[in-house]
């Protein structure tokens, strides 16, 4: 951390912090310049609250220099993390998982036929919404505890390890059975849920927030890691900005730069990121060629009715040819599936 | 609601559609023209969803021209909503209303010392956090139930309203005495607890999330609403942008804009917005310049020793010079404190 | 400057850099931490190119501790720069000046009208534009030096000072009676033309790019000034964001941390910024209100039949009324008009 | 073009409206709600100024339906654009195109290395900054004439078609041997030098500003059409978003988007839109899977002494690396290089 000082900053002032970073064992290196006095402090200063040194009157600005996150960094851990997702399908470390499936569970006759076909095609894991975040109280709110139940369903006669989305740490005993909680963009910085679901030992799957930095990600992952739990998958969606023409912006650099500061697996989710089904198939290329451990897709038998997100959706047929055309991209970048 | 269809759209296909909504009771406009085939949907649209009429394969696209709500609409409630946030104390249509207060609650002789300088300067409400969201998990996570504690005795002692953030459903049984419940902006669509805020009748105060649209807010405030309780106060607090000077963007023009198409009482949180306390000033008279019905500004003791957000609150000295000030434009905007 | 070293970074190549800089008169600090080494660099630092530092193979991050800025930069001159607009009317330092007038010179007659009301209501300038940067090639793209002779025309006659936006270097040769001459938004990088007007002896009018940075725009400041002239008044007219109910976000904050950084006079464009007639008021009052030197306006006679920008622009009657709430809040904040 | 009317319309106003739409040869649609009146206009609505019809005071809202460009529009024109840059090497329509060289142009002896290196590496065209639009006046700006006299020493030297950035209207003449003219994200709304570029019959590589939205994009290449310069091609180089991890956030979804859009050619330069060189390979592979034509590559032979933009430069290795990886990339694409 580096503090800068106002150019007429008292002395003993200086003095007198340079005391109170010693006293919590941090060590102070010091460069005096004509316009401007620096200050490098050496040591742990990750419970240093940056708010409250900003806030001394001699202080002109602070900069961190380490990143905030431990576990989830790449320097205190080297290798990738390899989570296991349930029925001996990996991701992370060359494992490569396509995680397909409806926006909502909507009827158990659904979830069956799209179950089968996106498992012929490849998929490796079933994804559906449950509890679903409805921008309008007015819309389908998801079919709850009896959506888990079809899910479940699907997993025991098809063999699909499944994802879906917690909204609230209430809900925890309702996923006993689920494989990977999904935390959802809205929920990232839910911090109350993070802590619940650190103290769990199952994979979670943690989407990017809208407006929040891949920092702030790799800051949630660490709040779920600091519980106990390891098996953080990351996942980018898109984050807002002007663009209109597509309903969020992908942020194709945050896997390179993740895959830089963490070990822990990315995947990408371009139905969210895009909002349109002919959109999804080259932003799911884009995203393998970029390093992504994984892909997850909605699927839907038949998209105009969907209860939610239709336009995003992809009919099984369109699925299919997805995988085919990814499955080359996958072998490119010498990685295998599940 | 306006559908555009695709250019060789089929007519059979087109017919299919209309008789769809006609059973919905919608009534059709139909514009044809050389390039472009237009379709007006005229009655209750709030629930057709706009994602699924956009997944039908000749529709090219979809947009609303009704706003997606209803109870927190102008249009349908013409008059200013009028809050009582307790203590004989109002906010909206004409009652301007300060709340002050640290960041965190952090012991009962700061609350008291804070309490009675705020109240002196003038603010009406006292405000502290008991449960912090804080990005990191190795960062003070507030006193919670103690906390409330002692803003209870403050409010006893000086007759200041209390305003704390609720982080989780399962914590509602702990704000009985609080007298207006805020939902953080990292909770704007955390809708099962808006859910649940929606059956209480107690006033609150809803933040615009960093990436959230004015829309969005509508929406999270129709979500309460729907429920019951009519008594929501938002406030805006900035907004993620490119520029990196302030730690968020202010986003002043919010306010007229919700003030036209709404007839909710709106606040201002400059010390959130701006990140820094020289900020705050300013900001808070060009709050009360463009419409605010309130204020909500974080004044510490002791700025450098706070337990968070110190770089962001005001002395209990500079807060009281803040209040003089603003008098002045609440004056000229021909509001009243309280 | 800071430099942040790779955690293995080699000891001969540190040494290495440290002559490098110690020929161009760069003293060295260096702190070595068990994780992180960090070395402050205390010296001119301005003409140091950050990129190429970044490229070294053993530097991890290189972060800017000074302005990169010095004729802008308050540091270096604390005193509120003044600046005079023509016809005895000032701006900066206390003096509050209005800039007001059509969108687009349409012909003699309407600049005759508008200047006379404006005039009436208070206004100290006059503007129009001559040249018209318009989105398409389809759209009305201005009078250019007839629109110019127009402007003159209104000033001779009514004595307001004239401020039009230059699109090209090759017309400086018409600017010669312009009072001042105005770089839009799109051209705030078009840095050939701020150094042909830095040789000029004539206050520019800077306007903020819509997706520049405080620190970007005044650079662009300094690229006027570093050519010897000192006469730059900066104008924040509204960034780009996610939000879309505006047209563009007026970033209020702006104000205040540009008057803090820099010495010279900030006007707002709430015409602009806002993309709507109604929304000018409140945007301008809180212009005042947050410390602006000035506004400028969008007004015409008849905006149903403008040739540009009509949503935006008031009317006569609504500019006269907006007038007399200003002046209020000049009042209010110590300034006088002019 | 729909026209939304406020709730209370006065019916002779609309009626006065429709007499002046049917004189300009606009067909009328008219739908009649209980809550809204909305009017469908067909025809050549692309001279029609929104922002007028805005501020009739009976209309609520407008909303565009037509894309406003037609030159840029798919369709109008289906097949994809194949644009000739030189040498017999094309771009668009399955050929595929590799620009690479230094940021600057700095001296005969930097050049002839790096060309005679990035052409047996397999890149196409050559690239370097003769003009260079630095945010800093003291930084270097170029060599000017004598920077464009060794790009074409060496075209003639390898074979390598010349792209190179035009900064002023006044330079045109200075640009008869280049073979593609760059438009700097700066520019891309420096109406007067589009227009000009227009009127030759060269193509012109125009970037998208960094707050500029796609539409936006393909109006500038409009205005550049519209003049009779059909050779266009676009570039995607990072837009500006709140993510500081990046110097810019590559918006993928552009390529794919554009593509469906217009039928111009789109290059990827992902050297400008993250800033630091490791992040080149993987952003590139990216662009290819998404359907890019091309890419553009910075290419120094010595990053740390470069005067510009070190960081984000390959060195020739890496470059020669990173064409044997994107090859395998174009082919899966079924693309063929030049």
Known sequence: ??????????QNEIQRLIEDFKKKDIKIHFS????????????????????????????????????????????????????????????????????????????????????SLIKKSGAQCLRGGAYKPRTSPYAFQGLMEQGIDYLIDCKNK??????????????????????????????????????????????ILLKRGLANTIEELLMS??????????????????????????????????????????HLPVVVDPSHASGAAWLVQPLAKAAVAAGADGLMIEVHNDPPHALSDGAQSLTPENFDSLMAEIKKYVDLEGKTFG
């Open 1 to 10: 951390m580096i503090i800068i000082f106002k150019k007429d900053a008292d």
């Open 32 to 115: 005096q310049g004509e316009n401007t006095t620096i200050m490098g402090l050496v040591g742990d200063t990750t419970a240093l609250d940056i708010n409250s040194i900003k806030a001394i009157p001699i202080v002109e600005d602070v900069r961190r220099v380490q990143e905030p996150y431990k576990k989830a960094n790449r320097k205190f851990h080297e290798m990738d993390t390899v989570i296991d997702v349930g029925s001996g399908f990996r991701i992370g470390g060359g494992h490569f998982c396509v995680i397909a499936g409806p926006c909502s569970v909507e009827n158990m006759e659904q979830m069956d036929i799209i179950t």
């Open 158 to 203: 098809y063999g699909t390890p499944v994802v879906t989305e917690i909204m609230d740490v209430s809900d925890i005993k309702y996923f006993d059975d689920v494989d990977v909680i999904q935390v959802g963009a809205r929920n990232m910085q839910n911090f109350r849920l993070l802590k619940e679901l650190g103290l769990l030992k199952k994979p």
């Open 221 to 262: 992952a660490e709040y779920i890691m600091a519980g106990g739990n390891d098996q953080v998958i990351l996942c980018e969606r898109g984050i807002r900005t002007f663009e209109t023409m597509t309903r969020n912006t992908l942020d194709i650099s945050a896997i390179p730069v993740i895959k830089k500061q963490s």
